[in-house]
């Protein structure tokens, strides 16, 4: 279809027959994800209130379905890259925001925690020269204030902000200590996130929330034991990036639902059963 067949037809949008409105949608709902600049041209142009929300939600509609399609590749390739899985995260709510300037902030981050690492270096120590670059010299922190905030899930507002709730952070340094070589993993704990450097019978935990607090399995099992339940491996072994995008959508949508936006919750719930093998409850 040409720009200007494409032009005409989201110019019926607006037409007072309600079944030739309805096709027309259908038409360029059809068309995917490449119509949405015409979509926004149209919006631009147009003095009629009516009409521009009618493009928004076509455009707000067909970014969802492709983002839901995405999602899905990501999975079915393997979930491989966290990042990339983080950023479609993102785009949920900023479909605009590029890639390239998420990559380049973390670029420059690594770099700067690269030059306080040397050779032969106990893990510990690994550790606490991270630390020292993200929670001393970046001011990365806990965002307690409004812990509820969907922003908090958004990885390209919490390195613009430094601040962001306990998977947000744990993926940033996950990010950076793996690139560093260091054996860093998510680990799925009840109510926080936390990770865990795990290599050759050594292994302890890391409470990045907590400006990367060095905690051991003790502490985990008194963590555990405090909330009553019984200590099963999950609460101890590094998880898949799979289950890290699962829970940043679960933070996400219980968020919507703290703001009480039913709808983006539901939305949100939409994209996390797209990605989980359950059957969604009937």
Excluded at 31 to 38: D, E, H, N, R, S
Excluded at 117 to 125: A, L, R, V
Excluded at 162 to 175: A, E, F, I, Q
């Amino acid at each position: 279809m040409t720009k200007n067949e494409i032009k005409a037809l989201i110019s019926l949008l607006d037409d007072r027959d309600h079944e030739v409105a309805s096709h027309v949608e259908k038409q360029i709902v059809a068309l995917g994800v490449g119509v949405i600049p015409y979509l926004e041209e149209e919006w631009e142009e147009t003095l009629d209130t009516e009409l521009q929300k009618k493009i928004e939600d076509l455009i707000h509609n067909l970014q969802f379905d492709g983002l839901m399609v995405r999602l899905k590749e990501w999975k079915e390739n393997g979930a491989k890259d966290l990042l990339e899985g983080m950023y479609l995260v993102n785009s949920y709510l900023y479909p605009d925001v590029e890639y390239a300037n998420i990559t380049r902030t973390i670029d420059q981050l690594y770099f700067d925690a690269w030059t306080h690492m040397k050779e032969e270096m106990h893990p510990y120590d690994q550790v606490k020269a991270l630390n020292n670059v993200l929670f001393k010299e970046k001011r990365f922190t806990a965002n307690t204030k409004n812990f509820h905030s969907p922003a908090n899930s958004m990885l390209h507002l919490v390195l613009e902000t430094k601040r962001g709730n306990p998977l947000t952070l744990c993926v940033l340094y996950m990010t950076l200590a793996q690139r560093l070589d260091m054996p860093v993993y998510g680990v799925n704990l009840p109510n926080l996130f936390i990770l865990t450097y795990k290599l050759d019978g050594v292994q302890f935990y890391i409470n990045v929330y907590n400006k990367g607090l060095i905690l051991s399995k003790s502490d985990i099992d008194n963590y555990i034991l405090q909330l009553n339940l019984n200590p099963i491996d999950i609460f101890y072994e590094p998880c898949s990036n799979l289950d890290i995008i699962k829970r940043a959508l679960r933070n996400l949508a219980f968020s919507f639902e703290k703001m009480n936006d039913p709808e983006k919750a539901t939305e949100v719930t939409k994209l996390l059963t797209s990605i989980t093998d359950e059957e969604p409850p009937v």
